[in-house]
């Protein structure tokens, strides 16, 4: 079963051609060059769930923008609580100015953890042999 088989037939497509597209971009960054910097996102809400209802919309609405805009490849819950979300940015600088423009970052709701991401390879593309190319991570624990 695919991922989009839940979705009417017009929104699965759509979905589908989103995700590749984006996928495309990502396939042709990567190439060009050679190493892709994205940003991990962990969040995390610092209160109940309840104080979020009704918010939910300003949520969606920032995270739409920044989807468009290409600063945000992948977004969503965990099942066991915190928010994921794949950042691209130029700089850990500019990464963390986007998080923190978020309606509830800003409002002390929600806190986050950012780890640096050197994506390598996605989807096949990429380099997948040979001894690290770069001394951070190859010196790494």
């Known amino acids: 079963m695919s991922a989009t ?3 009417p037939p017009t929104v699965a497509v759509s979905a589908s051609i989103r995700l590749v597209i984006a996928l495309h971009r990502f ?3 990567i ?3 050679a190493m892709c910097m ?3 996102v962990l969040g995390k809400n610092n209160v109940p769930r309840a104080e979020l209802n009704g918010t ?3 949520n969606l609405e920032w995270m739409k923008a920044q989807h468009e ?3 945000v490849l992948f977004s969503g819950p965990t099942t066991e609580g915190p928010g994921i979300w794949v950042v691209h940015a130029s700089s850990k600088d500019e990464a963390v100015k986007l998080v923190d423009s978020h309606p509830w970052v800003k409002a002390g709701k929600r806190s986050y953890e950012m780890y640096e ?3 390598q390879q996605a989807l096949g593309v990429g380099r997948f042999e040979g001894p690290p190319t770069d001394p951070v991570l190859a010196n790494r624990p």
């Open 5 to 7: 088989a839940h979705l």
């Open 27 to 29: 396939s042709v960054n």
């Open 31 to 33: 190439r060009q060059e």
């Open 38 to 40: 994205w940003y991990m």
């Open 56 to 58: 939910e919309g300003q």
């Open 69 to 71: 805009a290409g600063n």
């Open 117 to 119: 991401w050197r994506v």
